[in-house]
């Protein structure tokens, strides 16, 4: 039986692409060889494989490791890269991290269950 469809889940796809168009950016854009490009491709690889855990079953875990290697990525093009390496070499990462991480940040708590009952049913309230 095929599984309800979450509104987290389009972003965990969104997250997938973004790992594999990640793990290929070094030869799409000319920077295979030194830290750089295995960077992005070990980077690429674990967000991708983070995507597949997530769409698999969720938990909350995921969402902040994808925060920590998308902060990561958005850094990396200018903490590994040589200083006379383009800048357009760097921008898709940096952007690529930007997305990633901001996908935790823009994602409104869930709702926790609450052992006490609502909110509003204080000592004051009763």
Known sequence: MMQKW????????????LGAWLFAAPWLYGFASGAA????????????LVAIAALAAFAEWEEWINLVLGLWVLVAPWALA???????RRWPQSNCGWCIASRRTS????????????????????
């Open 82 to 88: 040589s200083p006379s390496e383009s800048w357009w």
């Open 37 to 48: 490009g295995w960077n992005a491709w070990i980077m690429g690889a674990l967000i991708a």
């Open 107 to 126: 994602t409104p708590e869930r709702p926790r269950t609450q052992a006490r009952g609502p909110a509003h049913a204080g000592p004051l309230n009763a």
């Open 6 to 17: 979450r509104n987290e889940s389009f972003v965990d796809v969104v997250n997938l692409i």
